[in-house]
């Protein structure tokens, strides 16, 4: 499958990591170091190691998994590391796990003696068709996400969808919010193709197709200055959700789970603000609620929610920030909603999930 060019490196779909070895030994790095968490330490980096059988001198560093410990202790506690093995400005470093592996190893690299290369090797659907191109880095802080961080791409991206094997059915359904997104934010007919696709079985294609749409938007805004805001669709409300989830839940919601949600209220705030169709909003509605959980929270909780929101860059003038869509397919960005539109959006959900 043709690689997919971005912002001044490419994106390498091989189930095998053909590419890898010789990338790295063209570019003559003086370490190699692979950040991973502890389940794809176990899960993936076997794999890795199978398909990378000459590459024998690399240190590795572990962190834990989950979004609550993408923070700036964690990020500490890589940079020290990175000090003890002796880490170069010519070393390379290689983020192989999901999106928070990514996002951490990306923000550490990026920012360690001023910014060292590094590889992404995501190994899940989520980090797959959302951290894989953009050059987003970044951290939570106070439980508000990605509020730390950069724009710093990487030097190369490889993507293998034999790492989606390591994955239960719930990760692989987290991931698959992504891909809807890119589908209503800008490409209809990938949303009808995502329709009539079991996300457990996501083919190559879809992915690549999907990289190919936010690759799409994030060449031509590179720094979020405008059209690539619309790659925001559900993340103001889903976002939010989610972090009050982080926080909250004994079991908190996935990304995808919290975006899905999220959509459902955008698209609701969409159709009232947008111009997005009755039919439009009822196909969104319908189509994510048969696939996603629902989950509960109180109408108490909205102003927390809004807190949360109140945090979003998006925001300007101390106005919360929303992408739109028109229709489906067609997504516009900087629309403003006030805080009683919002608390709509929030009982929309609680009232048809």
């Not at 834990?64 to 390379?92: H, Q, S």
């Not at 996400?145 to 990487?154: H, L």
């Not at 908190?252 to 999220?262: D, M, T, V």
Request: proline content about 3%.
């Amino acid at each position: 499958m043709q690689a997919i060019e971005s912002l001044g490196y490419h994106v390498y779909f091989e189930e095998n990591l053909e590419s890898l070895q010789s990338f790295i030994a063209e570019r003559a790095y003086s370490q190699v170091i692979i950040l991973v968490d502890r389940n794809t330490n176990d899960h993936c980096l076997p794999i890795f190691q199978s398909f990378m059988p000459d590459l024998l001198d690399y240190d590795i560093i572990e962190v834990d998994p989950g979004e609550e410990n993408k923070n700036i202790d964690y990020c500490i506690g890589v940079w020290k590391t990175m000090l003890d093995f002796g880490v170069e400005r010519k070393a390379l470093m290689i983020n192989l796990g999901g999106g928070v592996v990514t996002d951490l190893g990306g923000f550490a690299a990026s920012t360690f003696k001023r910014g060292i290369d590094f590889v992404h090797i995501p190994t899940t659907l989520l980090s797959q068709v959302d951290a894989s191109v953009g050059g987003k880095t970044g951290i939570d802080l106070d439980n508000v996400k990605n509020i730390v961080g950069t724009f710093t791409q990487p030097v190369a991206v490889f993507v293998s969808t034999k790492f989606l094997e390591t994955l239960d059915e719930r990760q692989l359904l987290s991931g698959y919010a992504e891909v809807i997104k890119h589908g209503l934010i800008q490409d209809r007919d990938l949303y009808v193709v995502c329709k009539s696709t079991l996300y457990t079985d996501v083919p190559a294609s879809v992915i690549h197709r999907s990289v190919q749409i936010k690759n799409r938007v994030i060449t031509e805004d590179p720094t979020e200055k405008g059209l690539r805001k619309i790659l925001n669709f559900g993340h103001t409300i889903g976002h939010a959700i989610e972090g009050y989830s982080l926080l909250n839940d004994e079991q908190p919601l996935l990304h995808g789970e919290a975006i899905a949600i999220g959509m459902i209220c955008e698209a609701y705030l969409s159709h009232k603000y947008g111009g997005l169709s009755d039919e439009g909003l009822q196909d969104i509605t319908s189509y994510l609620l048969s696939l996603y959980p629902a989950y509960s929270y109180s109408s108490d909780l909205y102003g927390q929610f809004i807190d949360l929101m109140k945090n979003d860059k998006k925001n300007e003038n101390h106005k919360i920030g929303f992408s739109l869509l028109k229709s489906i397919g067609d997504c516009q960005y900087n629309s403003y909603v006030g805080e009683e539109n919002i608390k709509e959006a929030l009982d929309y959900y609680l009232k048809i999930s």
